[in-house]
């Protein structure tokens, strides 16, 4: 359950139900990205992507908090991947608020069926 310190900024389609997952959101665009993240932050961050067939984000998967993907499906490439490694994932995210690079968000992955996307009240774009 989404507290009252959270704002809402979506939903999306719940790969596999994870209870609450909190991590710090990072962006990942391209290659670049990935090889430019220190590997210490790795177990806290959930990454955001934009676009579905992320191979680019395979070497880093299984070591992520979680992933947020505003494309996909349960049958997708990334979706097989997470599941392999058991990293919690949105697919098809509807993202109606904004998410920054550093914002704490809250996944609320109880619901077999759907996501939702919380940033932290005071995060970098609240």
């Known amino acids: 359950m989404m507290s009252g310190d959270l704002n809402e900024v979506g939903t999306g389609v719940n790969l596999f139900a994870a209870g609450e997952v909190r991590g710090t959101a990072r962006w990942f665009n391209d290659t670049a990205d ?7 932050d790795l177990e806290e961050t959930i990454a955001f992507v934009s676009k ?20 996909g499906s349960r049958e ?28 704490t968000v809250v996944l609320d992955l109880s619901d077999t069926q759907t996501a939702r996307v919380a940033v932290a009240a005071g995060a970098v774009t609240a």
């Open 34 to 40: 990935v090889l430019s993240i220190d590997d210490d």
């Open 52 to 71: 579905g067939g992320m191979t680019f984000l395979s070497p880093i998967l299984p070591d992520l908090r979680a992933i947020v993907c505003t494309a």
């Open 76 to 103: 997708s490439h990334l979706a097989i991947l997470c599941r392999e490694s058991d990293v919690p994932c949105v697919l098809a995210a509807d993202l109606t608020g904004e998410v920054a690079d550093g914002d």
